[in-house]
């Protein structure tokens, strides 16, 4: 039986912390270095080492005892503005100014693309200042971002050609409405002013038997080529009678009372009747309002 006070057998690196500390930092997949306060390299784990055998890239020494901050300093070509900005945040770092300077930044190869993200801290132990320098590889997630804003570029651009298309299309359509408006107009015009006149002529002599449905069956005809008008009466808001539709018809010829009331074979009363019908089913309560101007609106 284990006695109470028998000692936990010992972990293989608790008697080395500093083996400890190595092992931990070798594991990691970021390019660690640790700098003194003067920047030179104290440290640097087998990811980094490994980083700069295969690269050769200055700002990546694996080799201990070089000073990062001059090679930082001392940077040219399209790296040296970054170059320079990271010895500024580390020496922030260093100075106490900053508690972490971090950067995310390019670092291409002749064969492959890729993106680092460094991060620099102050050790909080206590004794000599030590820096931590890590660079973290983040090209994956930097070409997930690429990949979506050419996805979002490319579905700007396919709504752009959508709305450009939309427009040119509704451009179409108004033009094709005001070309059949105009068609249409002219066409009630022209039967209004030449076709109409005859057939009031016809009527006017004592036709009998076929002739006389003949000339009826013509006016009919007639009428439904003006079909458009009346639609457009049908689908105003309140309900008007065929005869109302039928005398709205002749008032927006240009007919007068007693020339309807004629053709229809009615009253004179009888068509004043609907006409004021027609004003107060069409909310012309203005008496100042023209009945024939706004029938003749309704086709506008």
């Avoid at 503005?81 to 291409?108: L, M, N, T, W």
């Avoid at 320098?133 to 070409?143: D, F, G, P, R, Y």
């Avoid at 752009?160 to 033009?175: G, I, R």
Wanted: net charge neutral.
């Amino acid at each position: 039986m284990k006695k109470h006070n028998e000692d936990p057998p010992s972990h293989p690196l608790g008697n080395h912390p500093e083996l400890l500390a190595r092992t931990i930092l070798n594991s990691l997949t970021a390019h660690v270095a640790i700098l003194d306060e003067e920047g030179y390299i104290l440290e640097t784990n087998r990811s980094w080492k490994k980083f700069a055998e295969e690269n050769e890239f200055q700002m990546r020494p694996g080799t201990l005892k070089i000073n990062y901050l001059n090679i930082c300093d001392t940077a040219d070509g399209y790296s040296a503005d970054e170059s320079h900005s990271v010895a500024k945040g580390i020496r922030d770092v260093i100075d106490g100014k900053i508690d972490e300077f971090v950067q995310d930044y390019p670092c291409h190869s002749p064969t492959e693309k890729r993106w680092f993200y460094m991060r620099v801290t102050r050790s909080p132990e206590s004794g000599p200042i030590r820096i931590v320098v890590s660079h973290e590889n983040i090209t994956a997630l930097k070409l997930a971002e690429e990949k979506q804003h050419k996805t979002e570029q490319a579905l700007r651009e396919e709504k752009l050609k959508l709305q450009e298309s939309n427009t040119a299309l509704k451009v179409l359509l108004q033009q094709r409405e005001r070309d059949q408006k105009e068609m249409e107009t002219r066409t009630l015009d022209n039967l209004r002013q030449t076709v109409f006149p005859i057939l009031e002529q016809l009527e006017q002599f004592p036709l009998a038997g076929q002739a006389l449905l003949l000339l009826s069956s013509l006016r009919s005809r007639l009428s439904e080529l003006s079909g458009h008008f009346l639609k457009r009466l049908q689908a105003v808001e309140t309900v008007l009678t065929p005869q109302e539709i039928q005398i709205a018809n002749f008032i927006r010829e240009g007919k007068r009372s007693k020339e309807i009331a004629d053709i229809l074979n009615l009253s004179i009363t009888t068509v004043n009747f609907h006409r004021r019908n027609l004003r107060k089913k069409l909310g012309l309560n203005n008496t100042n309002t023209n009945l024939q101007s706004y029938l003749m609106r309704l086709t506008d």
